[in-house]
């Protein structure tokens, strides 16, 4: 089974089930008329219309469908896109809804009412479903973008990262799943620090990140405070005095720069990039020039 996209605003319903297995439903025991054939064929009609995007024939032939007795998960899940692509939120929900309650296991619809419950705000309800068609379709990157979607909106970068990062895996050529997955870490290494912060304010990690975010901006005299503090905090951290050896090479402080890299050597011997940062500062000293 699989799911195929059908609106390119992703804030509308993404997905529709072609599944021929998903076609072949019986009608019910009671159901006489019409014929198995004649049946698939009007579903394979509707499927075809919907695919197209022309949702009122869709919508037609699926609900001529329930009147005359019909009731499939495919029915009620289809009627379900059809509402959500026209932003009926509410009633997708009832058939999706309707749809899982004849088909538990059906994974696109609990992935679509999924989405449609995050889109009317009921995210913890969006997040249950979601998890729960994950499980049916690990392999699926419309579950994986929905879920990351929606931890996203409740600021947990620590559960969207991974959804992140499974899309990538699922497709490693798509630039948008990789520049999401940027923003997400790059929002979880804030909440992180704020996290420090908040645990424990005199956190070397902390001034260290500052820091490197000073640097980063060429305050270098900046990022040399925030390293000499976190220095302060824990002198035996390892790459604090590679930080500051850096930041003092940068301001031409050549003795100063030394001094620290020959510290964080005899805390991590093996630093080949401590080991090049003292060539760095020998080579700069010898010659006058950073």
Same mark, same amino acid.
């Given at each position: 089974?699989?799911?195929?996209?059908?609106?390119?605003?992703?804030?509308?319903?993404?997905?529709?089930? @072609?599944?021929?297995?998903?076609?072949?439903?019986?009608?019910?025991?009671?159901?006489?008329?019409?014929?198995?054939?004649?049946?698939?064929?009007?579903?394979?009609?509707?499927?075809?219309?919907?695919?197209? #995007?022309?949702?009122? @024939?869709?919508?037609?032939?699926?609900?001529?469908?329930?009147?005359? #007795?019909?009731?499939?998960?495919?029915?009620?899940?289809?009627?379900?896109?059809?509402? /959500?692509?026209?932003?009926?939120?509410?009633?997708?929900?009832?058939?999706?809804?309707?749809?899982?309650?004849?088909?538990?296991?059906? #994974?696109?619809?609990?992935?679509?009412?999924?989405?449609?419950?995050?889109?009317?705000?009921?995210?913890?309800?969006?997040?249950?479903?979601?998890?729960?068609?994950?499980?049916?379709?690990?392999? %699926?990157?419309?579950?994986?973008?929905?879920?990351?979607?929606?931890? %996203?909106?409740?600021?947990? $970068?620590? %559960?969207?990262?991974?959804?992140? /990062?499974?899309?990538?895996?699922?497709?490693?050529?798509?630039?948008?799943?990789?520049?999401?997955?940027?923003?997400?870490?790059?929002?979880?290494?804030? $909440?992180?620090?704020?996290? @420090?912060?908040?645990?424990?304010?005199?956190?070397?990690?902390?001034?260290?990140?500052?820091?490197?975010?000073?640097?980063? /901006? #060429?305050?270098?005299? /900046?990022?040399?405070?925030?390293?000499?503090?976190?220095?302060?905090?824990?002198?035996?951290?390892?790459?604090?005095?590679?930080?500051?050896a850096l930041m003092l090479l940068r301001l031409n402080r050549f003795d100063?720069?030394?001094?620290?890299?020959?510290?964080?050597?005899?805390?991590?011997?093996?630093?080949?990039?401590?080991?090049?940062?003292?060539?760095?500062?020998?080579?700069?000293?010898?010659?006058?020039?950073?």
């Amino acid at each position: 089974m699989r799911v195929r996209c059908i609106s390119q605003n992703p804030g509308r319903a993404i997905v529709l089930i @072609i599944s021929a297995m998903l076609i072949a439903v019986p009608p019910s025991p009671a159901q006489k008329t019409p014929s198995q054939n004649e049946l698939n064929s009007r579903l394979a009609n509707a499927l075809a219309a919907l695919k197209s #995007g022309d949702l009122d @024939i869709a919508e037609r032939i699926f609900t001529d469908a329930l009147r005359g #007795g019909v009731r499939s998960a495919l029915v009620f899940h289809n009627l379900g896109v059809i509402a /959500q692509e026209r932003d009926d939120h509410s009633l997708a929900i009832t058939r999706f809804r309707e749809a899982i309650q004849l088909q538990p296991d059906y #994974g696109p619809a609990r992935l679509l009412l999924g989405s449609s419950l995050l889109a009317t705000g009921k995210r913890q309800e969006a997040l249950s479903e979601l998890r729960r068609a994950a499980r049916l379709m690990p392999q %699926e990157p419309a579950v994986h973008l929905e879920l990351a979607k929606a931890y %996203e909106s409740a600021g947990n $970068w620590l %559960e969207a990262v991974p959804e992140r /990062q499974k899309l990538g895996s699922l497709a490693p050529d798509n630039a948008e799943y990789s520049y999401r997955l940027g923003k997400d870490l790059a929002e979880l290494s804030v $909440w992180c620090l704020q996290e @420090i912060r908040r645990t424990n304010p005199d956190s070397a990690r902390l001034h260290q990140a500052l820091g490197q975010e000073y640097a980063l /901006q #060429g305050k270098y005299e /900046q990022a040399l405070a925030a390293y000499e503090q976190a220095a302060r905090s824990d002198p035996k951290m390892p790459e604090l005095h590679l930080g500051l050896a850096l930041m003092l090479l940068r301001l031409n402080r050549f003795d100063e720069a030394l001094q620290q890299v020959k510290i964080e050597l005899s805390l991590v011997p093996e630093s080949k990039i401590a080991a090049d940062t003292k060539a760095r500062i020998l080579a700069a000293k010898a010659s006058g020039n950073p």
